[in-house]
């Protein structure tokens, strides 16, 4: 039994010593382990996650706000759009909705784009389990190479992310609008404003003291929610953490070790409890901004604080 | 937005322009790369193992440009059937219910014995033991059939897992992926007797992919007969060759 000595490709590392990694130990070991090529990709994934969330953020929260202020309007059809829009996607469960809406969406676009592209086309798109469109609807193309295939998926799920928070924080602005004071507006109106100029200027600056507790809510379990991303063919950190920590027998790697997932995962409740304490410096400093010159008791500390 | 819509045309670019360049098409290859020896991540994060060096060759001999992807295999039916790669190629047995699905090439490994992984130095009997079993594998199947206590998990790490920390008695799964575990771990061990589960691994297409699925499967015929797949069979030690 035993593998036959099998030649392992070696790729050029970033430290030489790291050839032979038979013969390594204590820190070098762990310097050569820590920067083989699964681990680069790990690290990247720190950066796809970051990027994720730097791109979902603003998409989510202009979903919410088009959902807010389509709540609001005073046309039936619109009005009817945002609460349906509201209610769905905050009563469906997250993982039915990564797992079907996105294959669903997927398979959306291909078909428009085969009603497009392949007029000719005489066979049915479902034949059985299979979803067959034609090689030019193929989304992305079956000959596209691999990154636009994961450029395309990071896209969906980008997509997806936003539809979803952006339905609570349309729920956070809906809130928020009601709760700005009803005189703020009533003034407005004397002052002879149309609806619209005292939405602009009077309600959205004022609504967002009010929001900001609910969107920081949600930023954060927005940054615990990007796991889900594996769903979608993203490798995220959650990912490569348990590929990296799973027992390794020496036959398959030059490094071979035990379960040492616990300290992987130990290595990511650290870098979420940072970006959570980030992140809350940060929205704390918003809010100070925010508060400043409102009606609110906030701002009216501040006030005092100066005066 | 502005950056959106170049990236956009970007992208529809590069894939026209993809699809200029080679015509004559990649196939995806769709598979697990949780799985040694069948297939695993190496150290430089790549696909390796036994299924890649067969779906390398066979894609050579079919005359076709092959490229790796790794998807969850809970979800590796339900990804093919809906197009996201062409050919699921992750130490897949040929069972009737998968058959109902998607269509399979003949096999490349012979049906690999199933062994029963628990802790050395015991002795279990099956019909009445817990066992762990990956999720949606015929050992999966074989175990609630003979009314055992099956606990499922999503990868076979974890199912490994379970058996050290002592929530399950034993684990089923492919002699040749627990063989590793049994020689290099000195507290486990093989704890019953084997057993003989499904048609030998193939690799699985869409219903209507038959022309596809007719090309690897020539292409194994011809490993098969010119010994090549043996080779290949004893180098990774999946099983008997053919």
């Known amino acids: 039994m035993g593998l036959p000595a099998r030649p392992l490709r070696r790729r050029a590392a970033i430290f030489s010593y790291c050839a032979e990694p038979e013969l390594l130990e204590g820190a070098r070991w762990l310097a050569c382990y820590l920067t083989t090529g699964k681990h680069m990709a790990f690290y ?19 979903f919410g706000f088009l959902g807010a202020m389509s709540a609001r309007s005073h046309i039936f059809p619109i009005n009817w759009l945002g609460r349906t829009y509201i209610a769905i996607v905050r009563g469906v469960p997250d993982i039915a909705f990564f797992l079907f809406f996105v294959i669903a969406l997927d398979q959306g676009f291909e078909w428009l784009r085969h009603q497009a592209l392949c007029p000719g086309w005489d066979q049915p798109i479902r034949q059985g389990n299979d979803f067959v469109v034609c090689d030019a609807a193929k989304l992305p193309l079956g000959t596209a190479p691999q990154w636009v295939h994961e450029t395309y998926g990071f896209l969906l799920a980008v997509l997806t992310f936003a539809i979803v928070f952006g339905a609570f924080a349309a729920n956070v602005l809906f809130g928020a609008m009601r709760a700005v004071p009803r005189a703020q507006i009533e003034t407005a109106e004397a002052y002879g404003m149309s609806r619209r100029q005292s939405f602009w200027r009077i309600l959205v600056p004022q609504m967002w003291v009010y929001a900001l507790p609910g969107l920081s809510n ?8 990007t796991p889900l991303l594996f769903l979608l063919g993203v490798e995220d950190i959650v990912y490569w953490a348990r590929e990296l920590g799973g027992t390794k027998t020496p036959r398959f790697t030059d490094y071979p070790h035990g379960d040492w997932r616990m300290w992987y995962f130990l290595a990511l409740l650290v870098f979420y409890l940072g970006f ?32 | 937005m502005k950056l959106f819509l170049t990236g956009t045309a970007v992208l529809a670019l590069t894939a026209s322009l993809a699809m200029a360049a080679s015509h004559s098409g990649t196939v995806r290859l769709g598979t697990e790369g949780a799985y040694p020896p069948f297939n695993f991540l190496n150290d430089a994060g790549e696909v390796d193992g036994f299924e890649r060096e067969v779906g390398d060759e066979l894609c050579a001999r079919a005359e076709l440009t092959c490229e790796w992807v790794t998807n969850e295999w809970d979800s590796i039916i339900p990804n093919l059937v809906s197009g996201n790669y062409d050919a699921i190629i992750a130490g897949m047995s040929i069972t009737d219910e998968r058959e109902e699905v998607i269509d399979f090439t003949q096999n490349y490994t012979q049906p690999d014995p199933s062994s029963y992984l628990g802790m050395a130095g015991t002795e279990i009997d099956p019909a009445g033991a817990v066992i762990a079993a990956q999720a949606g594998t015929i050992q999966a199947a074989h175990i609630a059939e003979i009314g055992a206590t099956l606990l499922e998990f999503a990868n076979p790490e974890e199912t490994i897992g379970a058996v050290r920390d002592g929530e399950a008695d034993a684990v089923l799964a492919d002699k040749s992926f627990l063989t590793p575990y049994a020689e290099e771990s000195a507290e486990l061990d ?17 219903e209507s ?11 194994i015929q011809s490993m098969k007969e010119d010994g090549s797949l043996n080779a290949l069979i004893e180098k990774w030690d999946v099983g008997e060759t053919f």
């Open chain 1, 276 to 307: 959570t304490k980030v992140s809350e410096v940060v929205l704390g400093r918003v809010m100070q901004r925010l508060t400043f010159g409102q009606a609110t008791a906030g701002g009216e500390a501040q006030r005092k604080a100066a005066a």
């Open chain 1, 44 to 62: 990247a994934s720190f950066g796809t996650v970051l990027l994720l969330l730097a791109i979902t953020a603003p998409v989510a929260l202009a």
């Open chain 2, 190 to 206: 093989f704890v019953a007797e084997d057993i003989l589960l499904g048609g030998g691994i193939g690799m699985g297409f869409r």
């Open chain 1, 218 to 225: 949600l930023w954060m379990v927005l940054i615990k929610a």
């Open chain 2, 209 to 219: 992919d038959a022309e596809l699925r007719a090309k690897f499967d020539a292409a």
